[in-house]
C-alpha cells in the first residue's frame, strides 16, 4: 500500500512538471534510523516462525518499531505532510498496542484476499495481523477497508493507513516541486537577448 | 444506539470515513461567488443526504468528525465560531429530520413517493438556517432582523435550493453506486470550485481595472463619485452625527514641471505623489483618488475639517521634503500641492455641491500663493460672487413681454430679499447670493407655454406639472453659466417645504439650504399678496397670518418669525401710525 502511494504521489509530480532533485540531498533528520528498523521488521518477519523467541517477542519488538518510528516521524515534523503521516502511524499503532501488539482484520472485508493469507492470519502464523473478533477494541481503526478491482492490487487497509499515505502524497509533492522554476523565471529566461535588460 | 459516538457497524464506519473525507475536502473547495465573501458549500448536501439515507445519528457523525478536524486544520477561525457553524449545522439537522419523519418520510433510499417530504425538509432547513444566521448578525452586527433575512431571501435563495437539490443527487448517487457514486459528487464539486474561482479572480481583476486609475493606482474618477454617492447617502440616514470631509488637491505649476522636464517625468511624480497618498490613507482607512490630470481627491469619513487640514498639511510637508529629479525648475525649488478641504452638513445640496466647494476652497488656496491649505468657509474676505446684477437683469427681462406678473414679483422678491438679508445680518457673500437668487428664481416660467401663464381659469393637473417644472427648467438656464453655480439650490429649491411636502425632491428641515428656506419664504408672501389670475390676493395682514399658521410644516419657523417681524416693522408701522392717529 505503502509503496502503491509513493508511486502514484511519484507519477503526480512528474505530470506537474516536479523532478527528483532532492533525492541528491540529505533528506531526514536522524535518516539512518529508518533503514535500520526498516530490516529489523523484515528480519522479525521472515525468522519469526523458525525462531520461537523471536515468536514470542514479535509483538512487542513491533510495538517498540512503532515508538521509535513516531519518534522519528517526530523529529522530522517540520517537513511537509509529517503531520498526517504522524496522525496515521499514531491510529495504526493504537489500535495495534491495544490489540495486543496485531492489526485487526476485518473478516469480512478479507473476503477479497487471497484464501491462503487468511487462513494465514487465522492460524497465528501471519506476522503483524490478527483477525477482527467481537472481542476486539478499536475495530473501526483495524484493516476494515477493502480495496480491489479496478485497482490492480486487492488489499484490506485501516484508516489510518489512508491518512499516512496522503501525508506521504503530501511530502513527495512539496519535495519535487520545490526546485521547479517559477512561472516568471520561466518568462524572464525567455526574454533574454534582444531585450533591454 | 442512541447518544453513542461513532457509527454502527465496520461497514458504516467505511461509508463514514468517506464521507468525513469528502466532507472535509467540500471545507476547503468551496464555489466563491461576487460579491466577495460570498459562496456556497456543498457539505450541507452531504449532511441531508446522509439523513435521507442512512438517518439522523449517521447524519450528525459526520457532521461531528467533520467539524472536529476541520476545526484543528483550520486554527484561523475562532473555535467559537467553528463551535456555533456546529451547533447551527445540528439544530438545522435534527428539525429537518423530525418535519420529515412528520410528512411521512422513510429514510433508506430517494424515492419519488417522499416527494413532499422532501420539500418540507428543504423549507424548514431553510427557515431555521435563516434564523439562525439572521440572529447571528443581528446580535454582533445589531443589524435589523428582518434586514437581514431580506437580504439572505434574495442574494442566496437560488444558491440553496441548488445545495437542497443537490443532496437528492448525491442521495442518488450513493444509494446505487456507494462510494464511488459519492466519489463523482466530490469530483464534480471539486472542479466546479476551482473553474469558479478562476472565473472570480478574472471578475476580481476586471472589476479592479475598471476602478483604478492606471499609471497611479488610486481609484479613478468614475469610481470615486460612486462611492462619494454612497456616502452621501448614508450620511442622510444616519441620525448620528459623524463628520465627514473631503479635500481635494491639485499639484502645484505642474505643466511647469512637465513643459521644462517631460511628461515622462511628469508621470513619474504623478505615480509618487499616488504612493504617498496611499500609504497615509491606508492607516486612516479614506478613500483617495485621482479625480483628473493633477488633481486628487481624498474622502475623509469620520473626520473634522480640522482634523483633515493637519493631515493635509502632514502629506505636502511631506510632499515638499520629496526630492524628485527636474523639481529645481519649479518656482518654489520643490514639489508642493494646493489643497482645498470641505465638512460635511445637512445643508449639502448634492455631491456636486460638495466638490465644487472643495474646488473653489483649492482655488482659494492656489490664489494665496499656492502650496498651502485652504478650508471652505474660512475666507478671510467672501469668495467673489462673479454673477452680475446687470447680466441677470438682461435675462429677467426676457420675462417682461411673456409674463409681466412674474417679472414683477421677481423684481418684488428682490426688493423684500435685499432689505431681509439686511435684517437677518447674513453675511455679506449670503446676502449677495440671496438677492440675486430673488430676482432670477423664476427663470424658468420663460419655458412655460403662454396659454398656461396667462390662463384665467383653474389649472388642470397636467397643466400645474408644467408649472412646476419651472424650477427645473430654470436650474438649467442658470447653470448655463458657470459663475452662477451658487445660484443654483435657490432657483431649484425655492419651492421645497419645511415638512418634506415640496417639489422638485421633496427635502425636509435642514436639507434645504438655508437660502432656499428663506427665499420661500419671501416668494410665498409676495405671491399671496399678488393679484395673480389663478389665485384671490390676500391683504398683508392676511398673508401674515398665513406665514405663522404655516411656521414648521411650509416654511421654516425661525425665518417665517423673523419675516413677520421683519415686516411689521418696516412696513405696517406706518400703517399702524396713521390708524392712531
Known amino acids: 500500500m505503502v509503496y502503491d502511494g509513493i508511486l502514484f504521489a511519484i507519477i503526480v509530480g512528474f505530470i506537474r512538471k516536479g523532478n527528483l532533485k532532492f533525492l541528491t540531498e540529505p533528506l531526514f533528520r536522524w535518516g539512518w534510523i529508518f533503514p535500520i528498523i526498516l530490516i529489523i521488521q523484515i528480519l522479525v518477519f521472515n525468522f519469526q516462525n523458525q525462531l520461537p523467541i523471536l515468536g514470542e517477542w514479535s509483538n512487542t519488538i513491533f510495538i517498540f518499531v512503532y515508538i521509535v518510528g513516531l519518534f522519528f516521524l517526530w523529529l522530522n515534523r517540520k517537513n511537509a505532510g509529517f503531520n498526517l503521516i504522524m496522525i496515521g502511524v499514531l491510529l495504526n499503532f493504537i489500535v495495534m498496542a491495544i490489540n495486543g501488539g496485531r492489526m485487526p482484520v476485518s473478516e469480512e472485508a478479507s473476503t477479497i484476499l487471497d484464501p491462503m493469507y487468511m487462513e494465514a492470519i487465522k492460524n497465528g502464523f501471519y506476522g503483524k495481523h490478527a483477525l477482527l473478533t467481537e472481542s476486539t477494541r478499536l475495530a473501526f481503526l483495524g484493516d476494515i477497508i477493502p480495496i480491489t478491482s479496478p485497482y490492480p492490487r486487492d488489499q484490506v487497509i485501516s484508516i489510518g493507513d489512508v491518512i499516512m499515505n496522503i501525508g506521504i502524497f503530501f511530502f513527495i509533492q512539496d519535495k519535487m516541486l520545490k526546485d521547479k522554476p517559477t512561472e516568471e523565471e520561466i518568462i524572464s529566461m525567455q526574454l533574454k537577448g534582444g531585450e533591454i535588460k | ?581
Not at chain 2, 499639484?251 to 505623489?273: A, E, P, R, Y
Open chain 2, 1 to 581: 444506539m442512541v447518544g453513542d459516538i461513532g457509527f454502527q457497524s465496520l461497514y458504516d464506519w467505511i461509508m463514514g470515513y468517506a464521507l468525513i473525507g469528502v466532507t472535509l475536502l467540500l471545507f476547503k473547495y468551496v464555489i466563491v461567488l461576487p460579491p466577495k465573501g460570498n459562496s456556497l458549500s456543498m457539505d450541507t448536501a452531504i449532511f441531508l443526504a446522509c439523513l435521507f439515507l442512512f438517518g439522523i445519528e449517521f447524519s450528525l457523525n459526520v457532521l461531528l468528525f467533520s467539524s472536529l478536524i476541520y476545526s484543528f486544520y483550520e486554527k484561523r477561525i475562532n473555535w467559537s465560531k467553528h463551535l456555533f457553524n456546529f451547533s447551527a449545522y445540528t439544530i438545522m439537522l435534527i428539525s429537518t429530520y423530525y418535519v420529515f419523519l412528520f410528512f411521512n418520510g422513510t429514510i433508506g433510499s430517494i424515492n419519488f413517493i417522499n416527494l413532499f417530504a422532501y420539500l418540507a425538509s428543504f423549507l424548514i432547513y431553510f427557515f431555521v438556517n435563516s434564523l439562525i444566521i439572521s440572529t447571528y448578525f443581528w446580535i454582533s452586527d445589531k443589524k435589523s432582523l428582518i434586514g437581514v433575512l431580506d437580504g439572505m431571501l434574495k442574494g442566496t435563495l437560488e444558491s440553496y435550493v441548488v445545495t437542497l437539490v443537490l443532496s437528492l443527487v448525491l442521495g442518488y448517487l450513493m444509494d446505487s453506486s456507494g462510494v464511488f457514486g459519492l466519489a463523482l459528487f466530490a469530483v464534480i464539486s471539486i472542479l466546479l470550485s476551482i473553474v469558479f474561482k478562476q472565473y472570480f479572480s478574472l471578475y476580481e481583476s476586471v472589476k479592479t481595472k475598471a476602478n483604478m486609475d492606471h499609471l497611479t493606482g488610486l481609484y479613478n474618477h468614475g469610481y470615486f463619485k460612486e462611492i462619494l454617492n454612497e456616502k452621501f447617502e448614508e450620511m442622510k440616514q444616519i441620525t448620528i452625527n459623524k463628520p465627514l470631509s473631503m479635500a481635494m488637491l491639485d499639484i502645484d505649476d505642474f505643466k511647469i514641471f512637465n513643459d521644462s522636464n517631460g511628461h515622462m517625468k511628469g508621470d513619474h511624480v504623478l505615480t509618487l505623489f499616488g504612493e504617498i497618498l496611499i500609504e497615509k490613507c491606508k492607516e486612516k482607512d479614506y478613500v483617495v483618488a485621482r479625480y483628473g490630470g493633477e488633481e486628487f481627491v481624498i474622502l475623509m469619513p469620520e473626520t473634522t475639517e480640522n482634523q483633515a487640514n493637519d493631515f493635509i498639511e502632514c502629506i505636502r510637508k511631506e510632499l515638499n521634503n520629496t526630492y524628485v529629479d527636474g523639481v529645481e525648475r519649479l518656482p518654489y525649488g520643490c514639489l508642493s500641492f494646493s489643497a482645498g478641504i470641505i465638512e460635511w452638513n445637512i445643508e449639502m445640496y448634492n455631491p456636486t455641491e460638495f466638490l465644487t466647494h472643495a474646488d473653489q476652497a483649492m482655488y482659494y488656496a492656489k490664489e494665496q500663493g499656492k502650496n498651502n491649505t485652504h478650508i471652505y468657509g474660512h475666507e478671510f474676505e467672501p469668495l467673489e460672487i462673479t454673477a452680475s446684477l446687470e447680466e441677470l437683469e438682461q435675462q429677467l427681462k426676457l420675462l417682461l413681454a411673456k409674463d409681466i406678473y412674474t417679472y414683477r414679483h421677481s423684481k418684488r422678491v428682490f426688493k423684500f430679499a435685499v432689505e431681509f438679508g439686511k435684517y437677518l445680518l447674513l453675511n455679506e457673500q449670503d446676502k449677495k447670493i440671496l438677492s440675486l437668487g430673488a430676482l432670477v428664481h423664476d427663470i424658468g416660467k420663460l419655458e412655460v407655454p403662454r396659454e398656461i401663464i396667462n390662463k384665467t381659469g383653474k389649472l388642470t393637473a397636467e397643466e400645474w406639472n408644467t408649472v412646476k417644472q419651472h424650477v427645473t427648467w430654470g436650474r438649467e438656464i442658470i447653470q448655463v453659466d458657470k459663475k452662477n453655480a451658487s445660484l443654483v439650490p435657490l432657483v431649484e429649491l425655492h419651492h421645497e417645504r419645511f415638512d418634506g411636502k415640496g417639489y422638485p425632491y421633496g427635502k425636509k428641515a435642514e436639507e434645504i439650504p438655508k437660502l432656499a428656506r428663506i427665499l420661500c419664504v419671501i416668494d410665498s408672501f409676495d405671491a399671496m399678496t399678488t393679484e395673480r389670475p389663478y389665485q384671490k390676493t390676500k391683504s398683508y395682514n392676511d398673508a401674515l397670518d398665513e406665514l405663522r399658521d404655516c411656521a414648521g410644516t411650509q416654511f421654516d419657523p425661525f425665518y417665517a418669525t423673523a419675516f413677520i417681524d421683519y415686516f411689521n416693522k418696516e412696513y405696517m408701522q406706518v400703517e399702524e401710525d396713521i390708524t392712531t392717529i
